[in-house]
């Protein structure tokens, strides 16, 4: 199956800095979304990007697909973006089986 | 509008009993899914299902059976509980499968 890497592993900022979390994927896909989890353990959809860039207020996210990789920018982080990132992936083109593989997470910690 | 609502939220079990966990929808969501969380995996896909009466294996599908006999409702059962089924577990839903993800709060769930 299709290999989902997510980098750096951990992240420790300082509130007001800025980031880049990085999601590589082994096979062409037709689906890519990055997911929030709160430290309360709630998952939160952020972007539905096979391709292209979006934007999200103080959250950006770019996905390359021919280089097979997709980037989650975030700018001046708040407290309140502490939590795991995660990047999923679909390599379904067509039919109905569609089901999202998972990275392992990148762990964000923002200090005051 | 509950979103996705999973019970019980925590259920401790001894090896070998059997449970059942309920995930109920109120979106009027095609898709549903169940994954679980372990410490460092990220999240994998255990059963999922692409509408009413359908259901199909996920990643790490042993151990675990799943029914959808309403659309709105997907059930995870244990027969025989094991220490290694010690999890978060987590449902979600989607209207296409591709976008839309909503997820419940999750179940913890201990084995001893």
């Known amino acids: 199956g299709i290999q989902v890497e997510q980098s750096p592993p951990d992240l420790i900022l300082q509130e007001g800095a800025n980031s880049t979390l990085r999601c590589n994927f082994s096979?062409?896909?037709?689906?890519l979304q990055w997911f929030h989890q709160n430290p309360w353990g709630q998952l939160i959809n952020l972007f539905y990007i096979p391709s292209g860039t979006k934007q999200n207020g103080r959250l950006s996210a770019t996905t390359v697909a021919t280089e097979r990789y997709s980037l989650l920018y975030i700018s001046s982080s708040q407290t309140t973006d502490s939590g795991v990132y995660f990047c999923?992936?679909?390599?379904?083109?067509?039919?109905?089986?569609?089901?999202?593989?998972f990275g392992k997470g990148t762990l964000l910690t923002v200090n005051p | 509008n509950a979103g996705v609502t999973q019970t019980p939220k925590f259920r401790v079990l001894k090896t070998g009993q059997s449970m059942t966990l309920l995930c109920a929808q109120d979106m009027n969501h095609e898709y549903m899914y169940w994954y679980r969380q372990d410490p460092g995996m990220g999240l994998r896909l255990i059963h999922y299902s692409v509408g009413e009466g359908t259901t199909a294996k996920g990643e790490v599908p042993d151990g675990y059976n799943v029914s959808r006999l309403k659309k709105q409702n997907f059930l995870l059962g244990l027969e025989s509980a094991a220490p290694s089924q010690t999890s978060v577990y987590f449902c979600a839903s989607s209207p296409s499968g591709a976008w839309g993800y909503t997820f419940g709060s999750g179940t913890r769930l201990t084995v001893v």
């Open positions: 096979d062409s896909v037709n689906n």
């Open positions: 999923a992936v679909d390599t379904n083109s067509g039919g109905s089986n569609y089901k999202l593989t």
